[in-house]
């Protein structure tokens, strides 16, 4: 078990990395963090990490603790079954009970490490070249006014589509991309950049671990692979953007609990309720572009 020093040092590092690389997209604004290409929709209104205070506060705490929360594996995630004080992550007890930091501050640094390690999978299992995909072929998911009554357009290679009726092969992977990613997003909500920004990091911290090589030929791997690392990221950035992601997390259900209750009477409201309510955001995330008749 790694001891508190190596704990702290590592949790420098990526801190120093996140914080490192910001300082980089500052210099050089890469597409996604530029303020007027904030693409948001569902009426959410969004700043970039580079103007946004609190969330760069709460990616520095996430930073230095995730070697923390990786240490502790399991038990850094809460427990079913157990009270609301017990039923804490390593991390919460760390922030409220010895830095005296507000519960509000620990749920949002709790949610900050689980997307990043969410993203991070969705990254490494292949979604940044579905990104790519995205991008390359114009795959666009937009609201022209920003307004969460505004119905969303969608597009496939400048070609306005119906997202209920499209069978190309390139739209649907697109749409299983938006599916996704929408369950990460929804659950960090406005908190999805320091969240993408911390995976990145610990992304570029990883190339230290390489042992294979060394030198000055362990430098120019790492030199030759760090750009790769970021573009991936930028790429998928971008085409969570593209896509309609950023505000999907306001969004309203087209049946809300009442009518649909009215329709489906006999699901008691409980779990298989929720199931039901779960499925029609689904269905609203792959299908963008339908009606409450669809």
């Given at each position: 078990?790694?001891?508190?020093?190596?704990?702290?040092?590592?949790?420098?590092?990526?801190?120093?990395?996140?914080?490192?690389?910001?300082?980089?997209c500052?210099?050089?604004?890469?597409?996604?963090?530029?303020?007027?290409?904030?693409?948001?929709?569902?009426?959410?209104?969004?700043?970039?990490?580079?103007?946004?205070?609190?969330?760069?506060?709460?990616?520095?705490?996430?930073?230095?603790?995730?070697?923390?929360?990786?240490?502790?594996?399991?038990?850094?995630?809460?427990k079913?079954?157990?009270?609301?004080?017990?039923?804490?992550?390593?991390?919460?007890?760390?922030?409220?009970?010895?830095?005296?930091?507000p519960?509000?501050d620990?749920?949002?640094?709790?949610?900050?490490?689980?997307?990043?390690?969410?993203?991070?999978d969705?990254?490494?299992?292949?979604?940044?070249l579905?990104?790519?995909?995205?991008?390359?072929?114009?795959i666009?998911v937009?609201?022209?006014?920003?307004?969460?009554?505004?119905?969303?357009?969608?597009?496939?290679?400048?070609?306005?589509?119906?997202?209920?009726?499209?069978?190309?092969?390139l739209w649907q992977?697109?749409?299983?991309?938006?599916?996704?990613?929408?369950k990460?997003?929804?659950?960090v909500?406005?908190?999805?950049?320091?969240?993408?920004?911390?995976?990145?990091?610990?992304?570029?911290?990883s190339?230290?671990?390489?042992?294979?090589?060394?030198?000055?030929?362990?430098?120019?791997?790492r030199?030759?692979?760090?750009?790769?690392?970021?573009?991936?990221y930028?790429?998928?950035?971008?085409?969570?953007?593209?896509?309609?992601?950023?505000g999907?997390?306001?969004?309203?259900?087209?049946?809300d609990?009442?009518?649909?209750?009215?329709?489906?009477?006999?699901?008691?409201?409980?779990?298989?309720?929720?199931?039901v309510?779960?499925?029609?955001?689904n269905w609203?995330?792959?299908?963008?572009?339908g009606?409450?008749?669809?």
């Amino acid at each position: 078990v790694p001891n508190s020093l190596f704990l702290c040092n590592s949790g420098l590092n990526l801190l120093r990395t996140a914080h490192d690389h910001l300082c980089d997209c500052k210099d050089h604004t890469p597409l996604w963090c530029e303020a007027g290409h904030c693409m948001t929709t569902h009426g959410f209104k969004e700043s970039t990490l580079l103007t946004d205070d609190e969330a760069r506060r709460l990616l520095w705490y996430a930073a230095f603790l995730k070697p923390l929360m990786d240490c502790a594996g399991d038990d850094a995630k809460p427990k079913p079954g157990r009270n609301r004080k017990n039923n804490r992550s390593v991390v919460t007890k760390l922030l409220v009970d010895e830095l005296k930091r507000p519960t509000r501050d620990a749920e949002s640094v709790d949610k900050i490490l689980a997307a990043a390690n969410d993203f991070t999978d969705l990254i490494t299992d292949g979604g940044d070249l579905i990104a790519k995909e995205i991008l390359v072929n114009d795959i666009q998911v937009t609201q022209e006014h920003n307004d969460c009554d505004d119905p969303l357009d969608c597009k496939l290679k400048g070609k306005k589509v119906c997202s209920e009726t499209e069978t190309d092969p390139l739209w649907q992977r697109a749409m299983q991309f938006r599916l996704s990613t929408s369950k990460v997003v929804q659950r960090v909500g406005h908190l999805w950049r320091a969240a993408l920004m911390l995976s990145l990091a610990q992304q570029l911290v990883s190339l230290d671990d390489i042992t294979s090589i060394e030198g000055e030929e362990l430098e120019e791997v790492r030199n030759e692979t760090r750009p790769g690392i970021i573009e991936r990221y930028h790429a998928f950035a971008a085409a969570m953007q593209s896509l309609g992601l950023i505000g999907i997390w306001v969004r309203k259900p087209l049946i809300d609990g009442g009518e649909m209750k009215a329709i489906l009477p006999k699901i008691p409201f409980g779990p298989a309720f929720r199931d039901v309510m779960d499925e029609q955001l689904n269905w609203m995330t792959v299908y963008p572009s339908g009606s409450k008749e669809g």
